[in-house]
């Protein structure tokens, strides 16, 4: 059995793979991972190997390290299913390679642009080629929220909407059309601009506010929760022979 763990900046999940087979998945804060990875191990005790990605400053090896199992840190040093041109080669994201994974499993030999609407809204484009050839990187919906209410004396600090008109005619909903609409403006040019480039592309949107954004957005492929954690699986597949 494979165990698989991405750790975000806020929130992580796990996932329990007998071979591809998803048979165990859980998100929760940051704060439960090592109670979380104990009680799996306590219930799994087939699981032979794991992967984890780790974008926040959490040190989890000694928790991963004193078990009887083959564990691997991603890291772009791995093998991975595609060929990797980007500059700046070792600040690329482990949770954006395990993105564009999932894309070739879920479309193999594909033009794929994977959208991940979390903390950060990261754009990337891996062609049918297998070549990623990076994307984007913006301030996600909460982290543009809070930056109106920090940043200004008189902006109020609101929840999340797509319940909105333009031209609004409100505070609030100015506040939403500006955030959301501005977004989803944001990607749908993107989108064209690869569109015009490349035939045939799939569009997958992902990530923790995909179902908000994917209402003004319209994108046909709406990948859930456990779409990294089946990226970050086939890779371990791809690295544990």
């Known amino acids: 059995m494979n165990l698989v ?3 975000g900046n806020s929130y992580f999940k796990i996932g329990v ?3 591809q087979i998803l048979i165990h998945k859980h998100k929760e804060k940051n704060s439960q991972l090592n109670n979380s990875v104990n009680k799996l191990f ?5 699981i032979k190997y794991c992967i984890v990605s780790n974008v926040s400053n959490i040190n989890i090896d000694n928790l991963i390290s004193n078990k009887k199992i083959k564990f691997f840190n991603f890291s772009s040093s791995l093998k991975l299913p595609f060929t990797i041109k980007y500059e700046s080669f070792d600040s690329l994201g482990n949770d954006r390679l395990a993105l564009v994974a999932a894309s070739i499993k879920l479309r193999p030999n594909s033009n794929n642009l994977i959208i991940d609407a979390g903390t ?3 754009i990337d484009f891996i ?6 050839l990076g994307g984007s990187i913006s301030p996600g919906l909460e982290m543009r929220y ?3 209410n920090n940043y200004t004396s008189r902006l109020p600090l609101i929840n999340k909407s797509n319940n909105f008109e333009f031209p609004a005619n409100s ?3 100015c506040i939403h059309a500006g955030i959301i609409g501005g977004v989803s403006n944001e990607i749908s040019v993107f989108i064209d601009q690869i569109v015009k480039k490349y035939k045939n592309v799939n569009i997958i949107l992902t990530g923790g506010d995909a179902k908000l954004l994917s209402k003004t957005l319209k994108i046909t492929i709406f990948a859930n929760q456990i779409f990294i954690l089946e990226g970050l699986n086939s890779i371990l597949n791809l ?3």
Do not use: A, H, R
């Open 239 to 241: 690295n544990k022979l």
């Open 17 to 19: 793979f007998d071979n």
């Open 42 to 46: 306590n219930n799994y005790q087939e």
């Open 127 to 132: 062609n049918s080629k297998n070549i990623y």
């Open 5 to 7: 763990i991405d750790i």
């Open 171 to 173: 505070t609030e909903s």
């Open 146 to 148: 809070k930056s109106l």
């Open 120 to 122: 950060c809204i990261t």
